[in-house]
């Protein structure tokens, strides 16, 4: 008597609902259900999807989180501004590859030194299209899916990685990250005045907050 096929469920790897941003890791994830997923939360903000061969994250980020990201941008912005470098932002665009069992949400998203190839593009296919040269990625969750394997396998130049303490710079070499003082695609920007940018943003007002910004990078 022939027996039933079973699928076996996902399995609930790890959950952190005491941390600052809300997430949940599970293991035995189809990608068919990763991009299901992603297609009933396409219009939704409430939460990022991270998918790496069968792990899947799902975090729902705080305020401290958002409010963490939206300073880092503004901050990237204003510095290629004032070093007349061109910039196209991307957001938390979603990015995957369904060939590699990858795909994942930044917090932000810049592309510089590629910005003309994508301007103006509706969608991004990593089949043709450059990667972003800068991520940001703000984990403050404690452990979580390790997403640099994901990042150096759709090939980010540079992330930027907010711990909810400081700025760490990392860049792609021979497929690995190795942390840097110095961003590649912003020269001469460091994690130390990215910290310290960061850090005054909650302590001035925003117009003596951008001020002090373009002044640094006029005197530099």
């Not at 984990?139 to 899916?145: C, F, H, N, Q, V």
């Not at 302590?203 to 640094?216: M, S």
Request: hydrophobic share 40%.
């Amino acid at each position: 008597m022939p027996t039933a096929t079973q699928t076996a469920s996902p399995q609930v790897h790890a959950v952190q609902p005491s941390s600052p941003d809300h997430c949940i890791l599970l293991s035995g994830v189809r990608w068919e259900t990763y991009e299901r997923l992603l297609a009933d939360m396409q219009d939704s903000h409430a939460a990022h999807f991270a998918y790496d061969q069968g792990m899947l994250e799902i975090m729902a980020p705080s305020h401290e989180h958002e409010s963490l990201k939206h300073v880092i941008a503004m901050l990237v912005e204003v510095l290629a501004e004032e070093m007349e470098m061109d910039i196209h932002g991307g957001g938390s665009t979603t990015f995957r590859r369904e060939d590699l069992a990858k795909g994942f949400e930044p917090d932000e998203c810049f592309y510089i030194q590629h910005a003309e190839r994508v301007r103006g593009k509706k969608q991004i296919d990593l089949a043709q299209d450059p990667p972003p040269d800068l991520i940001i990625e703000i984990d403050i969750t404690g452990p979580s899916l390790n997403k640099f394997p994901i990042f150096a396998a759709l090939g980010i130049p540079e992330v930027w990685r907010h711990d909810g303490a400081r700025v760490a710079i990392f860049t792609l070499v021979d497929n690995d990250y190795v942390e840097r003082a110095e961003s590649v695609v912003l020269p001469k920007v460091t994690s130390a005045i990215l910290t310290e940018f960061i850090d005054a943003s909650s302590q001035l007002q925003r117009p003596a907050w951008l001020r002090r910004v373009r002044g640094w990078v006029r005197s530099s």
